[in-house]
DNA sequence: GAGCTTTCCATGGCAATGTGATGCCATAGA
DNA sequence: TCTATGGCATCACATTGCCATGGAAAGCTC
């Protein structure tokens, strides 16, 4: 019942239904008092879709194929990250909307912790100097998919401005110390998971979901 | 009395008053009413609200007394932009929320347009490349920032990234064509706005206001 | 100045919202 | 079979944004 609350819920949020108790419990045939039950208020539901955005998130960021190249292991980290969010854009907006409290800060920990998985990497692979902090880069490359991604969907910047997540990311890795030409490389290719929603039109129907 | 309203609802986002037609017009003797007439309905006190952060914001970097040097120029106005979101975080929130309309964009352009003019100045000076395109590296300093500072205030991470700005815009600056460690002086040097609520305690009770 | 129009806004009510007190009842344990 | 626990349906409430109505003031024409 409580996942069968939340799923309609993020259905509602998909396609832009006004989420309402009354509206979320209707034809469902379950009264308002569920909703308190489960959730203890329109509160709680919101807490729980967050939740559930962070939670998806670290599914998709977990089953990225880990490349060689450990900084096109970042930037794809990165890469899932900005995608997840342009796939579900309603879904991202609630989970950074609200000031969110710590059982939410958790779930963004994991993201977080696969960027300083591969920022490690990064280090031990000789990619970045030695005395570079792998955390801080991690954040660091966080912040600035963050902040393209939280612009274009909140349609402040125009979709295009994603591209400036090549020159970005080359920039933040490359202070940390990596060769410029071979991190331009690793980046483009790690960025490319990108590439579909402004290229291809078919093919793609056989991803996931 | 335009104003009047829209001042009380600033002063009321201030001080995390809820903000409801009702508690809008309590006390002020008039009437549900007028705040239709003035601003049709409550969807238009949020979008004055949010063009009035935008418009104070434009002030605020109008103001600023432009340094010789065009890099820590537009670092300072990068400054400037993380300052008055950390001391309007409400407001900031609500000039973002939303999914802003075409009149919003002409406030945010303003902004943009005065890290575009200190990029130019940048490009013009010699510190970065002839090549390098001053409004790319405008939008790079203002994804960051906004980056930066969006993760703060919704407290997914913590008042201490804000230090990430200086290694963060020396890395995008130095990208696009700037001596490493004059890039750095003049970051650090334009990034001092962001000093005050660090360290000092009194000192700064002179300041503007 | 009288009459007409227009603009502004106070009154009061409406539908929809989130919340919760009350109590029914199915299930499980004795 | 009796009872007790917990899930949830029912119903009522306060509060929300919205607006139809109408009155009052201001402006305009003659």
Same mark, same amino acid.
Request: proline share 4%.
């Given at each position: 019942?409580?996942?069968?609350?939340? +799923?309609?819920?993020?259905?509602?949020?998909? +396609?832009? $239904?006004? #989420? /309402?108790?009354?509206?979320?419990?209707?034809? &469902?045939?379950?009264?308002?008092?569920?909703?308190? &039950?489960?959730? *203890?208020?329109?509160?709680?539901?919101?807490? %729980?879709?967050?939740? $559930?955005?962070? /939670?998806?998130? %670290?599914?998709?960021? =977990?089953?990225?194929?880990?490349?060689?190249?450990?900084?096109?292991?970042?930037?794809?980290?990165? %890469?899932?990250?900005?995608?997840?969010?342009?796939?579900?854009?309603?879904?991202?907006?609630?989970?950074?909307?609200? &000031?969110?409290?710590? =059982?939410?800060? +958790?779930?963004?920990?994991?993201?977080? *912790?696969?960027? =300083?998985?591969?920022?490690?990497?990064?280090?031990?692979?000789?990619? #970045?100097? $030695?005395?570079?902090?792998?955390?801080?880069?991690? /954040? +660091?490359?966080?912040?600035?998919?963050?902040?393209?991604?939280?612009?274009?969907?909140?349609?402040?910047?125009?979709?295009? &401005?994603?591209?400036?997540?090549?020159?970005?990311?080359?920039?933040?890795?490359?202070?940390?110390?990596?060769?410029?030409?071979?991190?331009?490389?690793?980046? $483009?290719?790690?960025?490319?998971?990108?590439?579909?929603?402004?290229?291809?039109?078919?093919?793609?129907? /056989?991803?996931?979901?």
């Amino acid at each position: 019942m409580r996942t069968q609350l939340l +799923e309609r819920a993020a259905r509602m949020l998909r +396609e832009r $239904e006004p #989420i /309402t108790l009354r509206s979320l419990v209707a034809g &469902t045939g379950v009264s308002t008092m569920a909703v308190y &039950t489960y959730f *203890g208020g329109m509160d709680g539901v919101w807490r %729980a879709l967050r939740q $559930e955005g962070f /939670t998806r998130l %670290a599914a998709r960021l =977990e089953a990225l194929v880990v490349p060689a190249d450990p900084v096109e292991d970042l930037v794809a980290g990165a %890469a899932a990250y900005v995608v997840n969010a342009l796939e579900h854009p309603d879904l991202y907006r609630v989970m950074f909307d609200a &000031t969110v409290d710590l =059982e939410d800060l +958790e779930a963004a920990e994991a993201t977080l *912790g696969h960027l =300083e998985r591969a920022a490690r990497r990064c280090r031990d692979g000789g990619r #970045i100097a $030695e005395d570079a902090d792998p955390d801080r880069l991690a /954040t +660091e490359v966080w912040t600035v998919c963050h902040g393209i991604v939280s612009l274009v969907v909140s349609r402040v910047a125009s979709r295009r &401005t994603l591209a400036s997540g090549i020159p970005l990311l080359a920039a933040v890795i490359t202070a940390a110390g990596d060769d410029p030409a071979a991190c331009r490389r690793s980046v $483009e290719a790690g960025w490319a998971a990108l590439r579909p929603p402004q290229g291809s039109t078919a093919t793609a129907s /056989t991803s996931t979901r």
